[in-house]
């Protein structure tokens, strides 16, 4: 029993609001979102005419003040945590810009941020129903067991309106046996991963399918009149698709980590970082990037669990440039060699097997301590936070 370790879960259920349950859940969605773009625009003001960073406590005081004036007594409506708590992601947010994990907070705009609202205390599960403060009890699909210490819940709306729980809870969990193996993660389009140990990942070929169906979708969507019935009943049937593309990646990825986490005692991968953020409106594209990500934040928190070592290469490392047998730069590389031979010791490599093992390296290198992190990372890291400002 000594190995176990104690964990954060999130368990994500469906939920069935009544009419009323789903007007009042509006309101909270509408109320946290209007507290977030508030003290956002405080903030930047704060900062704009005193130089002056406001905290979260400085915003909390705000709001109490600003809940007893008429104007805003509606905000009276909805459960007062709820309003924290988007103050204190607001604060978060802030933190991860300063940090240069993320980019500057920005405002949410109805439509384009998901719907969402959390409630950090008294929460509980009781005859198959969600209980929260300010709600009478809430329909729930509690399609498995919830284990563990409920610490927070998450309630949100997808754009194809339908209501989830996300259930965070204090679990036991027993990590995985210890593995003296190591791999390297090359993140790729064509490929969704290559292993330095041969393994290939897959991007799954639904994407495709689907694609031609969104074209289809979208283009009726364009040919409804803006603000009518038909047009919104379109937009549900857009988001519909993103919604089947979304959960088929995700349920693939799941499969990928699990299988790397349970083989694997060191994990190396390219740091992401904020390269991914970047919007991009290539379908595509942006899908690879939510993937890429999604991958990510599944090997962070199943390398957590299992007590595995998840390390995170420079971005700017020449992870593909790189011979992986004699180190030797090729220069002349470029995106289209997907093999090539190398100058210096005539080996043939594939270019992305050659980059995870190379990846793999560098890992071992770090984490026995010889591992530098380029220069070049500073450098980038100042460019697209400049940007961002
Ligand atoms: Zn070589």
Not at 63 to 78: C, M, N, R
Request: glycine share 4%.
């Amino acid at each position: 029993m000594f190995r176990m370790k104690t964990i954060h879960k999130t368990y994500k259920l469906r939920l069935y609001p009544n009419k009323e349950q789903a007007e009042l859940m509006s309101k909270h969605f509408g109320s946290t979102r209007f507290v977030w773009n508030y003290f956002l625009t405080e903030r930047k003001q704060s900062y704009l005419e005193s130089k002056k960073s406001l905290s979260y406590h400085d915003n909390a005081r705000t709001l109490v003040t600003l809940k007893k004036t008429d104007e805003f007594s509606w905000l009276k409506d909805v459960n007062s945590q709820s309003l924290q708590s988007s103050l204190k992601d607001l604060d978060t947010a802030y933190g991860r810009f300063f940090k240069k994990q993320a980019m500057f907070p920005k405002f949410k705009k109805k439509g384009l941020c998901i719907d969402s609202f959390r409630c950090p205390q008294n929460a509980k599960i009781m005859d198959g129903k969600l209980q929260i403060p300010k709600f009478n009890p809430i329909k729930l699909n509690v399609h498995r067991e919830i284990e563990g210490k409920m610490l927070f819940v998450t309630i949100s709306k997808t754009r194809t309106d339908k209501y989830f729980a996300a259930i965070t809870c204090e679990v036991k969990h027993e990590p995985l046996l210890k593995s003296d193996k190591a791999v390297g993660i090359d993140l790729g389009i064509k490929n969704l991963a290559v292993c330095s140990d041969g393994t290939i990942f897959e991007n799954i070929k639904t994407t495709k399918k689907y694609a031609k169906q969104l074209t289809y979708e979208q283009r009726q969507l364009s040919k409804k009149k803006k603000g009518s019935n038909n047009r919104s009943k379109q937009k549900k049937q857009v988001a519909l698709i993103h919604e089947k593309i979304r959960n088929t990646r995700v349920d693939n990825i799941h499969k990928f980590t699990e299988q790397t986490t349970r083989i694997n005692g060191i994990i190396a991968i390219e740091n992401l970082n904020i390269k991914g953020m970047i919007k991009n409106h290539n379908l595509a594209k942006s899908i690879t990037d939510a993937s890429w990500h999604e991958l990510t934040r599944q090997l962070e928190y199943k390398s957590d669990w299992n007590n595995r070592n998840l390390i995170k290469i420079d971005r700017f490392f020449p992870s593909s440039k790189t011979c992986s047998f004699c180190n030797f730069i090729n220069q002349t590389l470029t995106l289209k060699d997907r093999e090539w031979i190398c100058p210096n010791c005539k080996s043939v490599l594939n270019r992305d097997l050659n980059a995870s093992k190379n990846i793999l390296k560098q890992g071992l290198k770090i984490l026995s301590g010889c591992g530098t992190q380029s220069e070049l990372k500073k450098h980038g890291q100042a460019s697209v936070s400049n940007q961002s400002l």
